[in-house]
């Protein structure tokens, strides 16, 4: 009996190590390392906590033999094509990905399963199949329900009972597939929610020429921009043009993206917050005025924010088989191929969006070496073991980086009538009272930095909304304020602009 046992363990711990060397150890490839300590914790905490609870799942599948023969070959071809997109594309399974996929006709799906990927699968079934055979013929577990059912409240335990460890498993395979199905048919539910329409009757003719483009940062704080005076050079190229009118003062209501940007997007403000769950976004009230409405994002669909998304004409994801959690290059430049084949439709009016990872953690992740401008720069994805200097370097060479993809787009649009907003969704706390990152109720991870951008035509045509906006340019707003602002710039006839939260209108002496 006691062979038996020990067989057993063997058995799945082996089992376990095929599955962790095949389709655990892609995810942290590019994970990064400082030193022999960083090492080891990756080793010991981190993949070994992913290979236990594997360990735990595989023994609560034992405790029947063919719930386990089908179970293992299944989860090991989904970990095959995981891993092998993980190895080759350096891609992760996410909502958007499967969004894209059930959206792409069959012909150009088969274009990107490579024969490579079919020998992998070939080769992990035939292994799970040797594993199957193994259990059925040679291994005899003792009380393998009661087996099971440790091994199943253990696992429960770690997803219950341990939060941190709940969010690093679903990250991995093979949590991963069941949460990211999960986030996928959440968001589609949000998606159909019916929203209310702030003004039914807003219909218009106008077909002239115009390209609103709408930036949203990500956790970009105001005080770091040599725009508004910050003492290090973060903005070169924004400093040096024209048309330029930054805002400084102002602030998010929320300090974290999902929350904030369903703000910023609808008619919700300070008295109104539920105006976010059961509005529409202008986006709507500039298709009802013949503009065609695009979305080119660089983050993932979010439960606040995706009926909004849809919205749009077309929905474009930069890299849909990424997300923010990763350690892969995320870059804003990424989105520009696709801004500028928008800019050559022929079509008169156009209302761009584009949602951008700018200065989201992990920080590196989001400029090439080549912006590495301020050093030294975090080698850790730990906070605690970067220092202060290290942590605001890689924050600043964002801002460089975010200053240099903003330059390029604008170049594109000087010769049009166009306007650009930019405004990020909340800042960012860099140390303030020892805090780091966003979702801190500071100050500093409320001010988002803001600024307008206009082009020669646009300037002389709306000669009265500069003039104004140069006004307000140094009063305190809450972020609200761009939905009004927004369909003012574009001059859409709508009732529904508060003239107090625009700032192409000037209220009062």
Not at 7 to 36: E, K, S
Request: charged share 15%; glycine share 4%; with cysteine.
């Amino acid at each position: 009996m006691g062979i038996n046992n020990k067989l057993h363990n063997l058995f799945f711990i082996l089992c376990a190590a095929v599955w962790l060397t095949l389709f655990i150890i892609p995810d942290f490839l590019n994970y990064p390392i400082g030193d022999v300590y960083d090492l080891i914790r990756l080793i010991f905490f981190n993949i070994g906590l992913q290979a236990f609870s594997i360990f735990l799942l595989l023994c609560a599948l034992n405790g029947n033999k063919y719930v386990f023969a089908v179970c293992f070959p299944l989860l090991s071809l989904l970990g095959c094509i995981v891993a092998f997109y993980r190895y080759a594309y350096k891609a992760i399974l996410t909502p958007m990905l499967i969004d894209v996929a059930l959206h792409t006709d069959l012909g150009t799906s088969l274009d990107v399963i490579p024969v490579s990927l079919l020998l992998f699968a070939i080769v992990a079934l035939m292994v799970s199949f040797l594993f199957v055979w193994y259990r059925f013929k040679r291994l005899t577990p003792i009380r393998p329900v009661l087996y099971s059912v440790i091994s199943l409240l253990l696992l429960l335990s770690m997803f219950g009972f341990y939060p941190a460890c709940r969010d690093f498993m679903r990250q991995h395979f093979p949590y991963s597939i069941s949460h990211t199905l999960i986030q996928y048919h959440q968001l589609q539910t949000k998606i159909a929610k019916e929203r209310i329409d702030p003004d039914p009757t807003l219909q218009s003719s106008q077909n002239d020429s115009l390209v609103v483009v709408f930036i949203l940062g990500e956790s970009l704080r105001a005080d770091h921009l040599s725009l508004n005076g910050y003492h290090r050079t973060t903005t070169p190229n924004l400093d040096r043009r024209d048309n330029i009118v930054s805002l400084p003062n102002v602030y998010s209501l929320y300090a974290y993206t999902g929350a904030s940007v369903a703000h910023i997007l609808t008619r919700a403000d300070t008295a109104h917050v539920d105006r976010a769950n059961t509005e529409i976004s202008f986006i709507r009230l500039f298709n009802k005025c013949n503009f065609n409405s695009y979305w080119i994002a660089n983050q993932e669909k979010e439960e606040h924010y995706a009926s909004f998304m849809e919205e749009c004409d077309t929905l474009i994801f930069a890299h849909p088989e990424r997300n923010y959690l990763g350690y892969d290059l995320l870059l804003d430049g990424d989105l520009l191929p696709h801004f500028e084949t928008i800019l050559r439709e022929s079509v008169p009016r156009k209302l761009i969006i584009l949602h951008t990872i700018g200065s989201h953690w992990y920080y590196n992740a989001h400029f090439p070496d080549s912006m590495s401008y301020f050093m030294p720069i975090t080698t850790n994805k730990i906070v605690q073991r970067c220092s202060p200097e290290e942590m605001i370097n890689s924050y600043d060479n964002t801002i460089r980086y975010t200053d240099w993809f903003i330059d390029q787009l604008l170049t594109q649009l000087e010769q049009k009538n166009a306007i650009v907003i930019y405004l990020s969704d909340h800042g960012e706390a860099l140390g303030e009272n020892g805090r780091w990152l966003h979702a801190n109720d500071i100050v500093e991870a409320r001010n988002s930095a803001c600024f307008v951008w206009y082009s020669e035509i646009y300037g002389k045509n709306n000669a009265e909304k500069i003039t104004a906006l140069q006004h307000n340019k140094d009063k305190y707003y809450v972020s609200d304020f761009l939905y009004h602002s927004i369909l003012s710039a574009a001059n859409i006839p709508t009732s529904v602009i508060v003239p107090e939260l625009d700032i192409f209108t000037v209220v009062g002496p």
